[in-house]
Nanobody
C-alpha cells in the first residue's frame, strides 16, 4: 500500500507563485517515477511534470519554463514550484508515484489562480 499526501495548494493572484509538496509513504520500491498531474473543471487529467529516481525531468509544453519539479529521494518527497501562474493553471493537482505494480495517486490539492 502506498500513500501520497499533497500540500501547498491555495489561492494566488495571476503572476504569483506556489510550491506544492507531496509526501509518499508505505510500500515504496527504489525504482519509481514521481509526477504531478492536474485536472481542471470539465477537462481530463493531464500530465504536468514528472521526475525519475535519476532526476530526469519532463514537462508539459504549457508549463515549460514556469514550473520546476524536484524530489528528495531520501525523504520520498516530490515538489512542484509553480511560477508565473495564470488562470489557465487553475486545477486540482495530483501527485503520482509509478513503480513496479502500478501508479498510485494522492487525493489532490486545489490551486486557484485569480486574474
Amino acid at each position: 500500500q502506498v500513500q501520497l499526501v499533497e500540500s501547498g495548494g491555495g489561492l494566488v493572484q495571476a503572476g504569483g507563485s506556489l510550491r506544492l509538496s507531496c509526501a509518499a509513504a508505505g510500500s515504496i520500491s527504489g525504482i519509481k517515477v514521481m509526477g504531478w498531474y492536474r485536472q481542471a473543471p470539465g477537462k481530463q487529467r493531464e500530465l504536468v511534470a514528472r521526475i525519475t529516481s535519476s532526476m530526469i525531468t519532463g514537462y508539459a509544453d504549457s508549463v515549460k519554463g514556469r514550473f520546476i519539479i524536484s524530489r528528495d529521494n531520501a525523504k520520498n518527497m516530490v515538489y512542484l514550484q509553480m511560477n508565473s501562474l495564470s488562470s489557465e493553471d487553475t486545477a486540482v493537482y495530483y501527485c503520482s508515484l509509478t513503480q513496479f505494480g502500478g501508479t498510485h495517486w494522492g487525493q489532490g490539492t486545489q490551486v486557484i489562480v485569480s486574474s
